[in-house]
């Protein structure tokens, strides 16, 4: 599905050269047309959700997907960024991977690396390389939720951060996360998250990084 979305400020994409060269035109349709963008995220009932970047840093990535219960595959995958050209080419090429041909299993989906999607793109300018990761990695983290939201703890894999909540294999970084899209009380982050659910004993320690991450993001502005 493409959707066209307007910006306030428009990169000339068609000027901008980097050390790998100029952007394609398989990334520049995906800039200007990007496929599968969220347009209802109200009216939407993704069956996971993930989220990578920080809004205090820069560039911001959410993913949405549902999934068939019996395949295990994803039927359907939208996204949003706060980001470059580069950042929304790469979702917009990302999210068509995931869904062409029937759909992806999930298993597959969370192998998807930037590399394979640079290649669908015909490369980037190397000094826009670092912003196609972040699809790829929002994509594994709702991936992740979805096992987490259906009980398959087993399944989920930790790319990075240390383990908070042992029994559902939540992180520092998921709780940073979660006050990153404004879950400012131990409540509202367990309501994302639903750490201490399975592990009361490491509410205190939750408590303690909700006021960490808060005072990093919010009240040093």
Known sequence: MKQSIKTTKTPDVKSQKGEGGFYSDTVKEHFFHPHNFMVDEAGYKADGQGMVGSPACGDVMRVWIKVDPKTKKITDCRWKTFGCASAIAATSMMSDMVIEKGGLTLEKARQIRPQDIMERLG????????????????????????????????????????????????????????????ADTLEKVQAKTKVGTGDPACIPEVEQLIRFYKEKYCETK
């Open 123 to 182: 490369g980037l300018p190397a000094r826009k390389i670092h912003c196609s990761v972040l699809g790829d990695k929002a994509l594994r983290a709702a991936i992740n939720d979805y096992y987490r939201k259906t009980g398959q703890v087993d399944k989920i894999e930790i790319e990075q951060g240390r383990i908070i909540d042992k029994v559902l294999k939540i992180t520092d970084h998921d709780i940073e996360e979660a006050v990153l899209e404004g």
